[in-house]
């Protein structure tokens, strides 16, 4: 059984930079067919996919984050992480990190989430 768990400071200041921890557990960040996911939801918002990390340490990113999310890993701690530059209050929302099956295009696994919030 994989599970997911978001760690990471709830409160981060305005122009901040934020750091997220997914840490992985029941399965290896490096399997084939297996992707894993950053996504967000805002207050009253929808589900909003931040960026994915590959089995093979590739990256993409939403249009709407690139310029400032980056997703790395750490293999050895079977661990990912999202580091999102300038945050602003619209930047608060619960962050969750999510396993994506590459073959069915859909998540299979979930953390439970983690509340930021952005406020000087």
């Known amino acids: 059984q994989v599970q997911l768990q978001e760690s990471g400071p709830g409160l981060v200041k305005p122009s901040q930079t934020l750091s997220l921890t997914c840490t992985i557990s029941g399965g290896s960040i490096t399997t084939n067919g297996y992707y894993w996911t950053w996504i967000r939801q805002s207050p009253g918002e929808g589900l909003e996919w931040m960026g994915t990390i590959t089995n093979s340490g590739s990256t993409t990113y939403s249009p709407a984050h690139e310029s400032r999310a980056s997703i790395s890993r750490d293999t050895a701690k079977n661990v990912f992480t999202l580091q999102l530059n300038s945050v602003t209050p619209r930047d608060a929302a619960v962050y969750y990190c999510?396993?994506?099956?590459?073959?069915?295009?859909?998540?299979?696994?979930w953390g439970q989430g983690t509340q930021v919030t952005v406020s000087s």
């Open positions: 999510a396993r994506e099956n590459s073959g069915s295009y859909s998540y299979d696994y």
